[in-house]
């Protein structure tokens, strides 16, 4: 996409960096932008990045590419996504669309007006399982007992997930 929009590459594909943990400082970078790239290391289904949330925060048009059904979690648009592109090329002539034409772009943060972005902590959900889980009255304690020593590896072997290059294979295909 490089070849059809400048495009600034933080991280460790890019030669630009943000420091990690620094968060509230790589934040304020997404103010110098109108567009983010918040792309999947892995393409998992319901999997959403919290680098959408936190473009969607920030004011800033998240460019999307994953396995989650942005629609289920975002207002209508809200977010560009890549897989809606038959080309790199294509993606890229829409971004300079909407950066050339204001009102366009507008459009696309029109969604701030009836909603806002809710800020919960990413572990609320784990919190409140676990929570259910430990109420002395909750039908859950009648149920057998299974422990599992690594939740991530029982979650995500589970998963059937794509490597977060096979945009590269979709658009090379």
């Known amino acids: 996409m490089t070849k059809y929009i400048s495009i600034d590459i ?4 890019g030669p630009m960096k943000c420091i990690r943990g620094g968060n509230q400082n790589c934040d304020r970078l997404l103010y110098d932008y109108k567009f983010y790239i918040a792309a ?19 004011g800033v048009i ?3 590419y994953g396995g989650g059904d942005y629609s289920a979690y975002a207002p209508p648009h809200s977010y560009i ?11 890229a002539e829409y971004l300079l669309l909407l950066d050339r034409n204001p009102r366009l772009y507008a459009k696309y943060l029109d ?18 399982l676990c929570e259910k889980l430990n109420e002395p009255k909750s039908p859950l304690n009648n149920l057998a007992v299974k422990i599992y020593v690594n939740m991530a590896k029982w979650f995500y072997d589970k998963v059937p ?3 977060g290059t096979s945009i590269m294979k979709k658009y090379n295909s």
């Open 10 to 13: 933080y991280g460790g594909c």
């Open 40 to 58: 999947e290391n892995s393409i998992c289904p319901d999997y959403i990045t919290e680098k959408f949330y936190r473009a969607l925060e920030m």
């Open 62 to 64: 998240p460019v999307v």
């Open 81 to 91: 996504n890549a897989a809606d592109f038959d080309t790199p090329q294509s993606l």
């Open 111 to 128: 969604w701030n007006k009836d909603w806002e972005v809710n800020k919960r902590k990413r572990l609320d959900g784990w919190c409140r």
């Open 161 to 163: 997930c794509l490597s």
